[in-house]
């Protein structure tokens, strides 16, 4: 079967792997080794001018256990409870009750910021 690819982006770094948006069947996952001529419709429609979505590595988690461990293990914790105490109550009430948090979060960012520490740099060393 043909299909019309309508957009498409890499599935890893090494862009040897591809989702494909057609507007017959949706998302198919493809790749040179599992779907080779589906592989080569993709080369083609980029050849012709078609620009992938480049590969964008899913953003990092730390449950809120691993987290506050972080802060504690980073002394980062009783400056992190003062930024949290001048905070608005709904971000208060995420610090509280979240089940975790995920690195690229506005709101890790702006306690990151206070803390002056980058999340990757918190999230790199939380989960070495």
């Not at 080369?43 to 256990?65: K, N, S």
């Amino acid at each position: 079967m043909s299909y019309t690819i309508s957009a498409a982006r890499y599935g890893n770094s090494e862009n040897t792997a591809a989702t494909i948006t057609t507007d017959e069947a949706g998302d198919i996952a493809v790749s040179e080794a599992d779907t080779p001529g589906l592989w080569a419709d993709f080369l083609a429609w980029v050849a012709g001018g078609g620009v992938p979505t480049a590969y964008g590595a899913p953003a990092r988690y730390l449950d809120r256990y691993t987290f506050y461990r972080e802060l504690v293990t980073q002394t980062l914790y009783g400056s992190f409870n003062t930024w949290l105490a001048s905070q608005a109550d709904a971000v208060k009430a995420y610090f509280t009750h979240a089940p975790g948090f995920l690195e690229d979060d506005a709101k890790i960012e702006d306690a990151m910021m206070a803390l002056r520490t980058t999340p990757g740099d918190f999230y790199t060393t939380a989960l070495t």
